[in-house]
């Protein structure tokens, strides 16, 4: 249920906010109701993780793919370690990890937030 | 235990948000530019994108109406010039923002506040050449010509109407990525904008190197290698042209026309050269020469290849004015294009128009320097930078003389215990702060005739170009424009002397005694940056202009060329023919001929039937054009050196280069003075020149070989990001060319624009393109659409629209502007 009102509400508050609102939307969902430190983690990483890939998969269909081509160049430039890695999985990959844990952990923190209160 | 997990979850929650949401050094802020809501993934553009069909901006007086084309060039119907500017504002805006606000941040020397420390001393430089404070006088100064600050007012205020419906998500990629935002844009922007160009092609100087020449080699010597005017040469007005001027009288040459050398001795300074690859060509056929019977005419302005390009194309029309034209990103109307009546173009005017002057300080207070026998005040200006990553700005002070700003000078700046320091002004007419150069545009876009062509050609400063020009009523014309100072001959072929006042510059040549010439005889006009006017032209402009080849080329081929068309034009562009091999490779061919083992080579039998031309695939051309550059190292690195640190000078050009080699073989320069033993002549020169560039070649391409030892390949055209961000670019592109050639295609400059125009009674024919795309957006499939069809030599026809309501099956989307 977390999960479906965090991709919901973050989904809609994007729009508006910048990136970040990802992590106290985490975090009031994550205290509001959660049974687990671990449950609140994965609704909301899995929440960011859905909508991020789903909208990002989405622009990199319509745009065939050029700007994370050229994103991957521009970072292969200084990360060398990229330069043999497939660009687009890659970075859908670390979108995916930011998005994620700053979701994930907000939420955790919140389930401990509202567990003080216990 | 419960507030220990609470408060550890929300430092490595909250910690990771912040970490995410500022940049890590080099590394941009990640968590926002990977956000696909905000970061880049929002400025991938679908190929069937289209503009908004209807836009609701302040500042509109009436309906504007815009036709997007299938090249994405959009086509701007408006009722009035406000609105025409203005909207030409909002729509390359909308295109080339970042790339617009990049070339003001470079010519104030602001690019610090942005990319940070790295760009600091280029930021120094640029402020102390003084362009930012002389673009806010220029606009100061130009305003008060009232249509003059109506067009820029105009112009601005589309920039930023754009601006201001941006949110971060739809900033350009390239702000995302460095982390700023984008101003507001302004009139005096503008000016910086065309500050830039000035800089780009008129901001190089030999001064310096040519006093270590004279200091060690004295007058005769500098006098036989740097002459005044080459051997060959076809200039732009032909020789013969009558001067239909009385000529203004010219200050007198001074006994002494160099500073004095003993204290200005071994100067090393970072003024460069003017880059020979910066250059243009243009020329224009009359109607006997043509196949319609009326003129036809071409340009191709050679700069350095950048992604976004250096121009845009628009169609701008209101009731008085329908043009199109290849527009400067930042600047309002057309540069160089076409109307219904006429076309014109521009080549850079390669006149001496920065000059250096020693002065003498009283002391280190710089507050008073040596002048006509007195001290005279200087002013001070105390420049400051903002720097990324600094908390404190940096200051730097800045001293100017009545000839200009003094320009750090590497010798005096670590010298600083010199009591009194020895320092250099200069004067650069790109500093001048009268005129409204953009008034010119604004004419020759409005232009039905000769007449008006001239008329608008008076309000030209800086860069001075060669304006050629053509038009329906069957008239050609050219020439070489703008504020060029009255000099006495070799006036700032040297160092001067700051205290002297007979080298100051006393004056301007008259507008209207520019050298031009209208329906020529030969029945065409061209230019390619060579020497404006043989020396019969009253006044002298400079010693040293681009090299003739490229002229020399156009003019036999233009001279031959009867039934003219686009087409013929278009080859010309292109051609890739080597008037430097047909010139010296024969000779050059009969010195390797005495060597067996040379002679057997296959490197030589390569170049012994090479075609003289550099075209792609050609392998000669790979060996000759390293080979001449490896001779001129040979033969005058030693004497004349331009890596020495202390006291670097200039080889002598290749037109005297090669005189030398036919005419005085025995000359002292060809002995290597590096080799005490030893007596190098100029066949030993010339042989182990051929020896090292191929040795060279096979280090670093292997053994000869079709694919690697291509000429495309060796030389290798890049165009890369104006920015230069690594994958913004496009590297390794198949083409021919070089620098001497009319198809002028280096490592990293070429024709950045390639245009030919067929006048017409009724409607023009023109075609065209440029190497990059409309868009500046580097997602979008209008980023480099045209670099393939460049590097072939093709080109778009121009769909010039006679009204909006003209049907044609190339309009890919309509948008208009309506007054909110």
């Known amino acids: ?118 | 235990m419960k507030f220990v997990k609470f408060i550890v979850s929300l430092i490595a929650a909250l910690g990771l948000t912040l970490l995410l949401n500022g940049p890590l050094g080099s590394i941009p802020a990640l968590g926002r530019l990977f956000s696909p809501f905000e970061g880049f993934w929002q400025n991938g553009e679908d190929k069937t994108t289209l503009p908004p069909a209807n836009l609701q901006l302040e500042g509109v007086n009436d309906e504007v109406n815009i036709v997007f084309d299938d090249n994405r060039v959009p086509h701007v119907f408006a009722k009035n010039d406000h609105d025409v500017y203005f909207a030409q504002g909002y729509l390359v805006a909308r295109d080339r923002l970042w790339q617009m606000e990049f070339y003001t941040l470079a010519a104030s020397g602001r690019l610090s506040e942005v990319v940070g420390e790295r760009a600091l001393e280029l930021d120094r430089y640029n402020r102390r050449m003084g362009m930012a404070d002389a673009a806010k006088k220029v606009y100061e100064n130009g305003k008060t010509n009232k249509i003059f600050d109506e067009v820029l007012n105009a112009y601005s205020a589309g920039v930023n109407a754009y601006i201001k419906q941006l949110k971060y998500k739809d900033l350009p990629v390239e702000y995302k990525i460095i982390g700023y935002q984008p101003e507001e844009w302004s009139p005096y922007k503008t000016i910086l904008m065309m500050m830039n160009m000035r800089n780009v092609l008129n901001g190089g100087s030999d001064d310096f190197r040519m006093t270590n020449a004279l200091s060690k080699y004295g007058m005769d010597v500098v006098k036989d290698l740097f002459p005044d005017y080459p051997s060959n040469e076809s200039p732009i007005i032909p020789t013969g042209t009558k001067w239909n001027f009385t000529p203004v009288s010219v200050p007198q040459t001074p006994a002494q026309i160099t500073a004095n050398l003993s204290t200005s001795e071994s100067v090393a300074f970072n003024i460069p050269s003017h880059s020979p690859e910066i250059g243009s060509n243009n020329w224009a056929v009359g109607g006997e020469k043509s196949a319609t019977g009326l003129p036809i005419l071409a340009n191709d302005p050679h700069l350095q290849l950048t992604l976004p390009s250096i121009w845009y194309q628009m169609q701008l029309s209101t009731p008085t004015m329908n043009v199109y034209g290849a527009c400067l990103p930042g600047a309002p109307g057309v540069v160089i294009g076409f109307n219904k009546d006429v076309a014109w173009g521009v080549t850079n005017v390669g006149s001496d128009v920065m000059d250096f002057y020693q002065i003498k300080f009283k002391n280190n207070s710089k507050k008073e320097y040596w002048y006509n026998g007195a001290w005279k005040p200087t002013t001070m200006r105390v420049e400051e930078f903002v720097v990324k990553g600094k908390k404190e700005p940096l200051k730097d002070t800045v001293y100017s003389t009545h000839h200009g700003p003094i320009v750090y000078n590497i010798a005096s700046e670590k010298n600083l215990n010199q009591n009194v320091p020895v320092s250099h002004a200069m004067r650069w007419v790109a500093l001048e702060k009268d005129g409204t150069d953009l008034m010119a545009f604004y004419y020759l876009n409005r232009a039905k005739n000769y007449d008006d062509y001239r008329k608008a050609l008076t309000y030209y400063i800086a860069p001075a170009q060669n304006f050629i020009f053509a038009s329906n009523s069957n008239d050609i014309a050219i020439t070489p424009n703008g504020k060029l100072p009255l000099k006495w001959k070799e006036q700032g072929k040297f160092i001067m002397d700051g205290s002297n006042p007979a080298h100051d510059w006393q004056g301007w040549i008259p507008t209207e005694q520019n050298p031009t010439v209208k329906n020529p005889s030969r029945g065409f006009v061209s230019s390619a940056n060579q020497f404006s006017a043989d020396p019969t032209y009253p006044y002298y402009l400079g010693w040293k202009f681009a090299p003739s080849e490229r002229a020399i080329r156009i003019n036999e081929r233009l001279e031959k060329m009867q039934k003219a068309t686009i087409d013929s034009l278009r080859m010309l562009q292109n051609d890739n023919f080597n008037v430097e091999a047909r010139r010296i490779l024969p000779e050059l061919i009969k010195i390797l001929n005495t060597d067996a083992s040379l002679k057997n080579s296959s490197a030589y039998q390569t170049l012994a039937k090479w075609n003289m031309k550099n075209d792609a695939n050609e392998i000669g051309a790979t060996i000759f054009e390293r080979w001449v550059r490896e001779i001129r190292y040979a033969i005058w690195e030693d004497d004349f050196s331009m890596k020495n640190d202390k006291s670097p000078m200039n080889y002598p050009s290749r037109d005297r280069t090669w005189e030398l080699i036919v005419k005085q073989p025995t000359a002292q320069w060809f002995d290597n003075t590096t080799t005490k033993d030893k007596h190098e002549t100029m066949q030993d020169i010339v042989k182990s020149s051929f020896q090292a560039s191929i040795d060279s070649l096979t280090k670093k391409f292997g053994p000869m070989n079709a694919s690697t030892w291509a000429w495309t390949n060796v030389k290798s055209t890049d165009i890369n990001h104006l920015g230069r961000l690594a994958g913004f670019g496009r590297q390794d592109i198949p083409n021919g060319g070089g620098s001497g050639i009319v198809n002028a295609t280096t490592e990293l400059n070429g024709p950045s624009w390639r245009m030919v125009v067929q006048l017409d009674k009724g409607w023009p024919k023109a075609y065209g393109l440029y190497p990059g795309g409309q868009s500046g957006n580097p997602a979008s499939h209008f980023y480099d659409n045209m670099i393939d069809k460049w590097a072939k030599g093709e080109l778009n026809e121009l769909l010039f629209m006679k009204s909006k309501d003209e049907k044609s099956s190339r309009i890919s989307a309509t948008m208009t502007i309506l007054k909110k």
């Open chain 1, 1 to 118: 249920m977390n999960y479906i009102i965090i991709l919901i509400i973050s989904a809609i508050a994007q729009y508006f906010l910048p990136w970040w609102v990802i992590a106290p939307i985490s975090f009031l969902i994550g205290a509001w109701k959660s049974a687990s430190a671990l449950k609140a983690y994965a609704a909301a990483a899995g929440a960011i993780a859905t909508l991020w890939l789903g909208y990002a998969t989405f622009l990199n269909m319509s745009n065939d793919g050029i700007m994370v081509q050229k994103i991957g160049g521009l970072f292969s430039e200084n990360l060398k370690f990229l330069k043999n890695m497939p660009i687009t999985p890659t970075f859908l990959a670390i979108m995916t990890i930011i998005g994620s844990q700053v979701a994930g952990l907000s939420a955790t923190a919140g389930y401990h937030f509202k567990a003080l209160f216990k």
